[in-house]
């Protein structure tokens, strides 16, 4: 038995590349990196630099007669300080390897996407990741204190320190993360590590309408808590939830949140939470048993797969100010009915990020069918009208280009196009990926 | 009787202007902020932007010819949004009144530097300003979503967005913060609040030794606790203290470490940071009773106007590594004894962040004595050579121009001065200030 070999050609957008690349190298060291980057810049190629390739707009999708650069095999942790709360790393490294490890030294690494099992710490860093813990802990820039880059002319630049603070100079390491390889290839990263929280307690509670469930989120956000985890499950997610695993979460209402608190005070943390979420709620469970927080976290967990089964999904990721959540919830429903289309809605609560998960039958070619784009434009057109994001933490790839554009307006992004030929004047990096 | 106009000249540096400027422009608006800018592109004047003065690195001072522009006027906080968790404000807001104002809402805004009663959010924006605070949560930028900038040629730009997650396009709002006036103008912010700690806890420990303090704080960072606030003070700070306040803290030790908690289980945390500090101690106390706390906080509020009564202070600004702070002090100490200058050494601990404070007599023209500086200049070697920075929290200016230069390295001050030449390529923000 054969085991076909990865197709380094594309990423889990679902994008086709459209034409085989040139070359694929499989960098080992950094003089790797640099050697294949000098030779692309005198021969004018395109390099497209990948980690894992677990990302989901199409960022580290091939394009025609293009290098493909795979970073995935420099994968050490090169240290791990405790007492400075630091760990020094080589892009590859899978993310969740890096906080198991941290772990050891009871310390963890906070940037936790839902591919912390997949994906890799540097293409983490290339779309700036998000996570469940975002809410408390922020996002991969608030843990990369520095970054080791090779440029578009094959040198190496060490920016920002391996301090906590420090203000000398332009945040020039915090410009290459989110980049998405388009400003520079980021060899090596010094990220913080946080003491691991003592204890962690879990609440659910589930909402009549969603409404209500906004309105919690409104009530926790003025608790005087502050959850490191608050998700959000809409009706269609349940339901596709109960399909698959023979629970019977939408009998409980049309959404469910799940929080958690963490820290010396999360049991107490955790009761300020759940009285805020029982106003409006038509029940709440909360826990500090790690087996009982297994079993409410089920629906989060079982979220996807259960859409997966369903049809091919479109994962998009939009974000609006907190307060507007309800109403961009209820003018999902409207796109999916419009579109004719099913759209499953999950997401971060915490920090105002939605996953609308459109699922559609494929084209006959495999590829997503139009009928998807078309009701992801209306999500991204409804984002910017309330005053929100068309990508929260999944980046811009070559997926929402046009949409990142309108979002940024005509100024910024004539800022944008000169840091672009600043960093890259031949436009070889990543080209088609970013604003 | 008349009050003196306010100097606009100069700030809290000590430094004087190379002459005097040609205009001071009072700001009431965006719109004179644009009409200043302009005028001076078409003249080709710099325009040093200033807020409140009470920057410490000579970032406010003005050049001979320049248009001094000081956006004090600009004050209002806009909105609060207590379910966003956000404020927009202009940016003459002192910061210590945003905080206020967020109180109201239950909500704090963290950055906290030193001079929170009297510097502003734009100044705070400008310099990337730290505080005590920081170890727990973070410095400006960690708190700004979004900024109104004023480009060089007077346009006007918003880089960011208002919700809390978000990666459409480059951190630009991100490299606007900390680029001191360099890059663009900031004209108004959309800023992060956070809930309100329910809880604060305050430990303070004396240690006989410096080496036994620094242990305490390796100790305190593998300890499983996250302190908000760990402040070190040396012997010659509390020989400081005790002599202006009639306080015998000298006798405890020769250094003393400050701690705070905050959040649901403040009081189990302290009691893990305080077990952590009594290993090494000559004695620990810890209280949640906040008059208590007030004089435990009594010796970190006192030091630097008990040095003040002293002499001159040349207040900086470095940090190093956690696991160097030992090192770092002992050779400050090796440093006051070889230029027969006081230094006093306290600051953030948790951050690595240390403020020696170099006293000698003023000359007699009133400025700071070259020997301060050359003391200052090992202090910054020293810092570069224990893998840190030359300032932490207070900017580079044009005080630390030199040694910012040798610790970003020749590669990465070509990509500063590309960056620079991209936003102002006249050349006429602000300049002599920055890396």
């Known amino acids: 038995m054969t085991v076909p070999a990865p197709d380094r050609t594309t990423d889990r957008s679902g994008l086709r590349p459209d034409g085989p690349p040139s070359e694929v190298v499989i960098a080992r060291t950094v003089a790797d990196v640099q050697e294949t980057v ?65 772990g050891e030294h009871g310390l963890f690494y906070a940037p936790d996407p839902g591919s912390v099992g997949i994906s890799t710490v540097g293409g983490n860093i290339a779309t700036n990741a998000g996570g469940l813990r975002g809410a ?26 391996p301090t906590i603070k420090g203000v000398t100079g332009y945040d020039l390491a915090g410009l290459i993360v989110g980049s998405e390889g388009t400003l520079g290839i980021v060899v090596g990263a010094t990220v913080r590590l946080l003491p691991k929280p ?10 009549a309408t969603l409404e209500d469930a906004a309105a919690a989120v409104a009530a926790v956000a003025v608790s005087g808590a502050r959850p490191a985890v608050l998700e959000i499950l809409d009706g269609a997610t349940l339901a596709a939830i109960d399909a698959a695993t023979g629970s019977a979460l939408r009998e409980h209402g049309d959404a469910l949140l799940i929080a958690q ?16 979420l029982a106003e409006g709620a038509t029940g709440v469970e909360w826990t500090t048993d790690p087996a009982e927080a297994h079993r409410l976290l089920t629906a989060r967990r079982e979220a996807l797969p259960a859409i997966e089964r369903i049809g091919r999904p479109l994962i998009e990721d939009i974000a609006v100010p907190r307060s507007r959540l309800a109403e ?12 004719e289309v099913p759209i499953f809605v999950f997401g971060h609560a915490g920090d105002g990020n939605l996953h609308p998960i459109i699922v559609a039958e494929p084209d006959t070619d495999g590829a997503i069918p139009e009928v998807a784009h078309r009701a992801a434009d209306d999500i991204f057109a409804l984002a910017l009208e309330l005053g929100g994001t068309v990508t929260a933490e999944h980046g811009v790839g070559r997926l929402k280009r046009d949409w990142a554009r309108r979002e940024l307006g005509a100024d910024a992004v004539r800022l944008h196009e000169k840091v672009k030929a600043l960093f890259d004047p031949q436009g070889i990096l990543n080209p088609g990926s970013g604003f």
Do not use: C, M, W
Not at 198 to 207: E, G, M, R
Not at 261 to 276: C, H, P, R, S
Not at 328 to 339: K, L, N, P, Y
């Open 136 to 161: 408390k802990y922020g996002v991969t820039r608030d843990a990369v204190l520095s970054v080791e880059v090779v440029l578009a002319d094959g040198s190496l630049v060490h920016l920002g320190r």
């Open 38 to 102: 000098r030779r692309a810049a005198r021969a004018g190629t395109s390099v497209i630099t990948r980690g894992a390739g677990s990302g989901l707009a199409g960022g580290a999708v091939a394009v025609a007669g293009a290098i493909v650069l795979d970073l995935s095999g420099l994968n050490r942790i090169l240290s791990i300080d405790p007492v400075d709360g630091t760990a020094r790393v080589e892009p590859g490294v899978i993310t969740a390897e890096l906080d198991r490890s941290a």
């Open 198 to 207: 003592p204890q962690v307690a879990t609440a659910s509670a589930s909402f």
């Open 328 to 339: 961009a919830i209820g003018r999902i429903r409207q796109v999916a009915a419009a579109r």
């Open 261 to 276: 608190t963490d820290g010396f005070g999360a049991e107490q943390e955790i009761a300020v939470v759940a009285a805020a």
